[in-house]
T-cell receptor, first 114, second 117 residues
Framework: AQSVTQLGSHVSVSEGALVLLRCNYS??????LFWYVQYPNQGLQLLLKYTTGATLVKGINGFEAEFKKSETSFHLTKPSAHMSDAAEYFC????????????FGAGTRLAVHP | ETGVTQTPRHLVMGMTNKKSLKCEQHLGHNAMYWYKQSAKKPLELMFVYNFKEQTENNSVPSRFSPECPNSSHLFLHLHTLQPEDSALYLCASSQGLLGGGNTGELFFGEGSRLTVL
């Protein structure tokens, strides 16, 4: 069965520090991988996605993620955190072949302090 | 502004009430979704519609009744809910079903926060 695990429900960093949010997936077929962000009182917004090709994917707001098949991981990083990055981040996976739904991880809440 | 509008943003209802949540998308998409977001739980897919036809019902209790009159509008009719149904209900749309040309970008509304007393 396919699943997504996000390590750490809460992550706290200082402004200017590296952001690292971890995501591991389980899949028997090649996955499509995503990171979504949810700001308070808003819906989810796509940050970036991996489908095929280059394994290092760049997204909005300076975030990037690298697909590592051998580690079944898709960790999200940003070199320097900004206060406005405080939000909840969701990793998600879908699959080719007509499968029509995203499977979401439980989310990681990122806090950024001065 | 994502192009997906949900109303009402907040709803409080008793267990015997009947109410509806509305979702409208202005993106020209063909597929629409209802998700449930509860505290400390992953997002749960409830229903999927493609060109007004329901393609997925993820074992949702019958007290939740979806309606999709056209590709731009999606409703979730609620009746005899339980307190554990209190959650944020998110509507989303996509250009097509995942795997059918769309690889996963969903456009979400801001959600309807439901409280069942």
């Amino acid at each position: 069965a396919q699943s997504v695990t996000q390590l750490g429900s809460h992550v706290s960093v200082s402004e200017g520090a590296l952001v690292l949010l971890r995501c591991n997936y389980s899949s028997s077929v090649p996955p499509y991988l995503f990171w979504y962000v949810q700001y308070p009182n808003q819906g989810l917004q796509l940050l970036l996605k991996y489908t095929t090709g280059a394994t290092l994917v760049k997204g909005i707001n300076g975030f990037e993620a690298e697909f590592k098949k051998s580690e079944t991981s898709f960790h999200l990083t940003k070199p320097s955190a900004h206060m406005s990055d405080a939000a909840e981040y969701f990793c998600a996976v879908s699959f080719s072949g007509g499968y029509n739904k995203l499977i979401f991880g439980a989310g990681t809440r990122l806090a950024v302090h001065p | 502004e994502t192009g997906v509008t949900q109303t009402p943003r907040h709803l409080v209802m008793g267990m015997t009430n009947k109410k509806s949540l509305k979702c409208e998308q202005h993106l020209g998409h063909n597929a629409m979704y209802w998700y449930k977001q509860s505290a400390k739980k992953p997002l749960e897919l409830m229903f999927v519609y493609n060109f007004k036809e329901q393609t997925e019902n993820n074992s949702v209790p019958s007290r939740f009744s979806p309606e999709c009159p056209n590709s731009s509008h999606l409703f979730l009719h609620l009746h005899t809910l339980q307190p554990e149904d209190s959650a944020l209900y998110l509507c989303a749309s996509s250009q097509g079903l995942l795997g059918g040309g769309n690889t996963g970008e969903l456009f979400f509304g801001e959600g309807s926060r439901l409280t069942v007393l």
